[in-house]
């Protein structure tokens, strides 16, 4: 199994740009998580899905984020525009919704925005 | 809402020593509890799962315990070796999981 699957490892982005991150999840799961880890804040999660279906999308900080899952093997988290706030890892993870909920982490995102 | 605490921040040992690592939480009504661990630069590998039925699970060298009535787990990490050297994270909850932050493991030769 490859394990979760994340794009681009790096991204430097000017303020203003847009960005978007990719995650391919575990195959057979059906839950999918987006976090994002600070020195300041930690492990924070953003949004999870379940069935490809958004359950929880308190942690998403302002309207300039938004997440999707378009089919079971695909999401994506999109920040317009960018700020210099933003730049941290970016973590997608996935399990088997229903139990017992154990999460398998990407390599993550290191996002710089300059 | 859930508050995870992990401490110490960090922790140096001689290399073979037994050490533990702990975490707390202060609403025992938890679904699971899952250890990991991070390496520099890296993502999260998942250590140890622990249902909220279970009080203990082991993996190798690692043991894991669970007590909900008091809030605690501990991770039990024996004759410890540099390779062991990261951060160690747990985690509480089920899909909504909070985390600590974490404790900063170095194993010195």
């Known amino acids: 199994d490859a394990g979760v699957i994340q794009s681009p490892r790096h991204e430097v982005t000017e303020m203003g740009q847009e960005v978007t991150l990719r995650c391919k999840p575990i195959?057979?799961?059906?839950?999918l998580f987006w976090y994002r880890q600070t020195m300041m804040r930690g492990l924070e999660l953003l949004i999870y899905?379940?069935?490809?279906?958004?359950?929880?999308d308190s942690g998403m900080p302002e309207d300039r984020f938004s997440a999707k899952m378009p089919n079971a093997s695909f999401s994506t988290l999109k920040i317009q525009p960018s700020e210099p706030r933003d730049s941290a890892v970016y973590f997608c993870a996935s399990s088997l919704a229903g139990g017992p909920y154990e999460q398998y982490f990407g390599p993550g995102t290191r996002l710089t925005v300059t | 809402k859930q508050e995870v605490t992990q401490i110490p921040a960090a922790l140096s040992v001689p290399e073979g020593e037994n050490l533990v690592l702990n975490c707390s939480f202060t609403?025992?009504?938890?679904?699971?509890l899952q250890w990991f661990r991070q390496d520099p630069g890296k993502g999260l590998t998942s250590l140890l799962l622990i249902q909220s039925s279970q009080r203990e699970q082991t993996s190798g060298r690692l043991n894991a315990s669970l007590d909900k009535s008091s809030g605690r787990s501990t991770l039990y990490i024996a004759a410890s070796q540099p390779g062991d050297s990261a951060t160690y994270l747990c985690a509480v909850g089920s899909n909504d999981m909070r985390f600590g932050a974490g404790t900063r493991l170095t194993v010195k030769p």
């Open positions: 195959s057979g799961h059906n839950s």
């Open positions: 609403d025992s009504a938890i679904y699971n």
């Open positions: 899905f379940n069935n490809n279906v958004p359950i929880d």
